[in-house]
T-cell receptor
Framework: GAVVSQHPSRVICKSGTSVKIECRSL??????MFWYRQFPKQSLMLMAT?????????EQGVEKDKFLINHASLTLSTLTVTSAHPEDSSFYIC??????????FGQGTRLTVV | DAKTTQPPSMDCAEGRAANLPCNHS???????VYWYRQIHSQGPQYIIH???NNETNEMASLIITEDRKSSTLILPHATLRDTAVYYCIVRVGGGNAGNMLTFGGGTRLMVKP
């Protein structure tokens, strides 16, 4: 079946540095990918919609200059957390829509900023 | 997308059927019912979806009421590995890649030995 691969699965970085998270659709092309964020014991919150070849669409309250999204190909979207701070520590999850309209999710990335 | 209501938590004995309810009384005619689950520290996993007919696959069965205002996900023989948060989501289906999923609180299913 359609697989979405996310890397890395966990990362620890120092405050003030930037971290890049990759999301790949392994066996299908995805013109649209979505990035979610999840805090402990809470549900997933949509951060942004990533469109191949164009600018991402951010949800209200999400800083586009802090969470840079690039969707340069039909199989890869990246989320870069710039100048990370401890409050950015969270579980980040990407998803992509398969050709038959199902949304498949990556394994998630646990980001810890120290 | 229509809003859904699910019980926050449920317990189920291992080997028994787990029946997870979902209310979606404002669902519109072109909206499907999707079920996903999220095991701790993993991304959500697709389980099943349907429009108005009951559906079954290797993971579960989905029973949708005739008026489509509620549905039940059935795990016929729950195992400890089925312990997870189960999300019921309604959205317009089909091949539109622009339709993201809006997650509610879900039901935390605990399967006990």
């Amino acid at each position: 079946g359609a697989v979405v691969s996310q890397h890395p699965s966990r990362v620890i970085c120092k405050s003030g540095t930037s971290v890049k998270i990759e999301c790949r659709s392994l066996d299908f092309q995805a013109t649209t990918m979505f990035w979610y964020r999840q805090f402990p014991k809470q549900s997933l919150m949509l951060m942004a919609t990533s469109n191949e070849g164009s600018k991402a669409t951010y949800e209200q309250g999400v800083e586009k200059d802090k969470f840079l999204i690039n969707h340069a190909s039909l199989t890869l979207s990246t989320l870069t957390v710039t100048s990370a701070h401890p409050e950015d520590s969270s579980f980040y999850i990407c998803s992509a829509s398969t050709p038959d309209g199902l949304l498949r999710f990556g394994q998630g990335t646990r980001l810890t900023v120290v | 997308d229509a809003k859904t209501t699910q019980p926050p938590s449920m317990d189920c004995a291992e080997g028994r059927a787990a029946n997870l309810p979902c209310n979606h009384s404002t669902i519109s005619g072109n909206e499907y019912v999707y079920w996903y689950r999220q095991i701790h520290s993993q991304g959500p996993q697709y389980i099943i979806h349907g429009l108005k007919n009951n559906e079954t696959n290797e993971m579960a069965s989905l029973i949708i009421t005739e008026d489509r205002k509620s549905s039940t996900l059935i795990l016929p023989h729950a195992t400890l590995r089925d312990t997870a948060v189960y999300y019921c989501i309604v959205r317009v289906g089909g091949g539109n890649a622009g339709n993201m999923l809006t997650f509610g609180g879900g039901t935390r299913l605990m399967v006990k030995p």
